[in-house]
C-alpha cells in the first residue's frame, strides 16, 4: 500500500532499485555507494512545478506590498525605491584667530563656504531637483526664543510638514530682513532689500528651496537681485553654530587666551607658514607663503625671510596653496614691492589712512624688482587681495590658475543654530573696477595648470632678465 501510494503521487521520480545492486559489496567489507539511473522529469511535473513557482512568488509580491506577510508575528515593512538626489553641500562653523577679529568662516565639508573655498564660480539661478529626494530626519533648530523650530524636511507632503517649514522659513526671513535694516552699509538699500525678502515670502517665492542649503541660496540670489552685491550671504550650516560663541546681537566674539596660546604654538612649528625661500638660478628669489600670518606674531619671521631675497633680481611668491589671513600681513609683505606709498584695496575695511602700504621699507632693494605671482583654484581671501591689488596696480605677473573667488562676505551675525548672514558693514573705495575677485577670482595674466605654475614664471622671469 504505501509503495503503492507513493508511486500514485510521484511516478516521475520512483525506480525500483535491483536486489543484485542492494547486495552487492566489496572484498574489504567497506560499503560502496550507488547513483540512480538517470532519468528525466516528466513534462507534467515540469508544468506543475512552473505553475507552483508562479503562484507563490507572485502571492510572496502582492504581501510585501500591503504589508501583509506576517512571519512568526513580524510584520515586513513596505519597501520603496526612491530616487537620490545629491545632498546639498554642508558646513561646519570655525572661528580663526583674529584674521578678521575671529571672524566666524563657514568652511565647506564638500564644495562651497561663506565665499570660502569650495565656491569658486558665481552660482547659478537655484536650480531644483526634479528627482525625489529620500525624507531626511528633522534637526531641531532653537529659534531666538529658545523655541525648537523643526527643520524643513525635504520632500515632504504632509499639512504638519508644511506648517513646519513655514514657521523656520518666517524665522529666518525676518531675522535677516532685521539684521540687513541695521547693519548693511548703505541703508536705503538695506532697506529694499528688506522689504523683498518679506515681499518673496509672502507670494511663497520661497516655498520650493526643499532643505536648508537651498534655502540659503535663495534668499542669497534675492537679496543680490536688489544690492547687486556679491559679498552679501545668508549661510547655512549644517553643524550647529554654538550661541556660546556669539554676542548678543549674533557676531562672533573674539578669541579666548587659549585660541591665541593655540595659534601661537602652531605658527612657532610650521615657521608662521613661511614655508620656503630659496634662490634659484639666474638669481631668481622664491617664497612659498601658505597663508598670510598674524603680524604681531610672525612679523619677523616675514622681515626674514624678505631680507633673505633682498639681493635677487626677481621674485617669485608662491601663492598656490595659501589661503588668506591677516589684512595687515598682506600689507606688510606689498610694502616691499613699491617705492612709495601705494593704495591697497581692502575689501573688508573703510577706506582709511591705513590703506596705503607702509613704503619704502628702509633698506629694501625689491621695489623695481620684476613679481611672479603664482595662483591655484585653491588661492583664497587674503592671499587673493595680494594678487588682485598687485595686478590692478600692474606691479606683478600672475601665473597659474584662477583664483577661488573668496572675497570676504562682512561681519557675520548668527540667525539661529544653523543660520547666519554676512553683511558688509564697510565702504571700501576701489578705484580699479566696479568689481572684485568675489566668487568670480582673479584672472592670472598666464594661464596654466597650477603644477605648471613654476615651471613657466622661471621661464618668464629669464627671458625679462635676458632683455636687461
Known amino acids: 500500500m504505501k509503495d503503492a501510494a507513493i508511486r500514485a503521487v510521484r511516478p516521475e521520480f520512483w525506480h525500483d532499485i535491483s536486489r543484485a545492486h542492494l547486495n552487492h559489496t566489496v572484498r574489504d567489507g567497506i560499503p560502496s555507494f550507488h547513483t540512480l539511473d538517470r532519468f528525466r522529469p516528466r513534462t507534467a511535473a515540469l508544468i506543475h512545478g512552473l505553475v507552483l513557482s ?62 570660502s573655498e569650495s565656491k569658486t564660480r558665481p552660482r547659478p539661478a537655484t536650480p531644483r531637483s526634479s528627482l525625489n529626494p529620500l525624507p531626511q530626519a528633522p534637526v531641531p533648530i532653537a529659534g531666538q526664543n529658545g523655541v525648537a ?20 522659513l518666517h524665522h529666518v526671513i525676518d531675522a535677516a530682513a532685521k539684521n540687513l535694516r541695521q547693519h548693511y552699509a548703505y541703508p536705503d538699500v538695506g532697506q529694499k532689500m528688506a522689504d523683498s525678502l518679506l515681499a518673496h515670502e509672502k507670494n511663497g517665492d520661497d516655498d520650493a528651496a526643499g532643505d536648508g542649503a537651498a534655502f540659503a541660496d535663495l534668499l542669497t540670489n534675492q537679496m543680490r537681485d536688489v544690492s547687486h552685491d556679491r559679498h552679501l550671504e545668508l549661510a547655512y550650516s549644517h553643524e550647529p553654530l554654538p550661541a556660546s560663541r556669539f554676542d548678543a546681537q549674533g557676531r562672533p566674539l573674539g578669541p579666548t587666551p587659549d585660541d591665541h596660546a593655540r595659534y601661537r604654538k602652531i605658527m612657532e612649528r610650521e615657521n608662521c607658514t613661511f614655508e620656503k625661500t630659496e634662490i634659484l638660478a639666474h638669481n631668481i628669489g622664491y617664497l612659498k607663503l601658505n597663508s598670510f600670518p598674524d603680524p604681531s606674531i610672525c612679523r619677523p619671521t616675514a622681515v626674514g625671510a624678505m631680507a633673505s631675497l633682498n639681493h635677487v633680481d626677481a621674485i617669485i611668491f608662491d601663492l598656490r596653496n595659501n589661503r588668506g589671513g591677516e589684512p595687515e600681513m598682506v600689507t606688510l609683505m606689498a610694502a616691499y614691492l613699491f617705492d612709495r606709498p601705494e593704495y591697497w584695496y581692502n575689501a573688508r575695511e573703510n577706506t582709511t589712512p591705513r590703506s596705503w602700504t607702509q613704503s619704502p621699507v628702509a633698506g629694501n632693494r625689491l621695489a623695481d624688482k620684476p613679481v611672479y605671482v603664482l595662483t591655484s583654484n585653491r588661492t583664497f581671501s587674503g592671499a587673493e587681495q595680494f594678487s588682485y591689488d598687485l595686478k590692478m596696480l600692474k606691479r ?73
Open 54 to 115: 508562479t503562484a507563490v512568488f507572485s502571492v510572496t509580491c502582492f504581501a510585501i506590498r500591503y504589508n501583509s506577510i506576517h512571519v512568526l508575528h513580524m510584520r515586513m515593512p513596505e519597501i520603496q525605491l526612491e530616487r537620490l538626489r545629491s545632498s546639498p553641500a554642508s558646513f561646519q562653523a570655525t572661528l580663526q584667530p583674529k584674521g578678521d577679529s575671529v571672524t566666524s568662516a563657514l568652511s565647506a565639508k564638500a564644495a562651497v563656504p561663506l565665499r
Open 149 to 168: 523650530l523643526p527643520s524643513v524636511t525635504a520632500g515632504s507632503n504632509s499639512q504638519t510638514s508644511k506648517s513646519w517649514s513655514r514657521l523656520r
Open 396 to 468: 606683478a605677473i600672475l601665473v597659474g590658475e584662477t583664483t577661488g573667488g573668496a572675497a570676504h562676505s562682512g561681519v557675520f551675525y548668527r540667525i539661529d543654530d544653523h543660520f547666519g548672514i554676512g553683511i558688509p558693514e564697510t565702504k571700501p573705495i576701489n578705484p580699479f573696477s566696479n568689481t572684485d575677485w568675489a566668487e568670480t577670482g582673479v584672472e592670472p595674466d598666464v594661464k596654466v595648470k597650477a603644477a605648471n605654475a613654476l615651471e613657466t614664471a622661471v621661464k618668464l622671469a629669464e627671458s625679462k632678465l635676458q632683455k636687461k
